[in-house]
């Protein structure tokens, strides 16, 4: 049971360049959820899902957009990538809206 | 909006010692969630303890145990013994029960040193 898997790991974007990070459970979650994780400010919610075909705004949803056509995978993409959005990228799922919540093991993107 | 604050960047406990982590959050609401997390070098998140507000009793877990006091929005938590291993980020969160989604507010983090 792999739990919580995000893919990359770690990745270096150009400034303007586009990419993809995918979040996968196989833990037949209805929620999921993409964090930001950055140096005296903790996590902060980008975006999340309820199920699939749905999609939220968190409290740092500018430059983020997010898929979830599978309820399985939850795609966090950055159209054209900002130095502002290196950090550290964390993916978490869970059953319900009240139960506990899985993470994953983070993905560090550096804009330069 | 909801608020957490951690106001110990940076902590420091002999091993075997007993340290303990502050966290103050802001709410208006009157049932949540709060949470303390690990997090080692390795980046995994560890979910240490959780506490539930209508529980007056402090929740516990083995070495870790919490002292929440509703009124004052506090929520400390005490590792006893403490080991080489527990050196990491420790999170502190909160979580509404109100509304969608599991969305959790994070404090800033402590970084907890283990000396031998």
């Known amino acids: 049971n792999a739990g919580v898997t995000q893919t990359p790991k770690f990745r270096v974007l150009k400034t303007g360049q586009s990419m993809t990070l995918l979040c996968a459970q196989d833990m037949n979650h209805e929620y999921m959820y993409w964090y930001r994780q950055d140096p005296g400010m903790g996590l902060r919610l980008i975006h999340y899902s309820v199920g699939e075909g749905t999609t939220a705004k968190g409290e740092v949803p500018d430059g983020y957009n997010v898929s979830r056509l599978k309820k399985q995978n939850f795609l966090l993409g950055l159209e054209s990538a900002a130095p502002s959005q290196t950090s550290v990228y964390f993916c978490?799922?869970?059953?319900?809206?009240?139960?506990?919540?899985?993470f994953g093991q983070g993905t560090r993107l550096t804009v330069v | 909006a909801q608020t957490v604050t951690q106001s110990q960047p940076e902590m420091s406990v002999q091993e075997a010692e007993t340290v303990t982590l502050s966290c103050t959050y802001d709410t208006s609401e009157s049932d949540y969630y709060l949470f303390w997390y690990k997090q080692p070098p390795s980046r995994q998140m560890i979910l240490v303890i959780r506490q539930e507000a209508y529980k007056q009793q402090n929740a516990t877990e083995n070495r870790f145990s919490v002292n929440f006091q509703k009124a004052a929005k506090s929520f400390s938590l005490k590792i006893s013994d403490s080991q080489l291993g527990d050196a990491a980020m420790y999170f502190c969160a909160y979580r509404s029960r109100q509304g969608w989604g599991n969305k959790l507010v994070f404090g800033a983090g402590t970084i907890l040193r283990v000396k031998s």
């Open positions: 978490a799922s869970s059953l319900q809206g009240d139960t506990e919540a899985f």
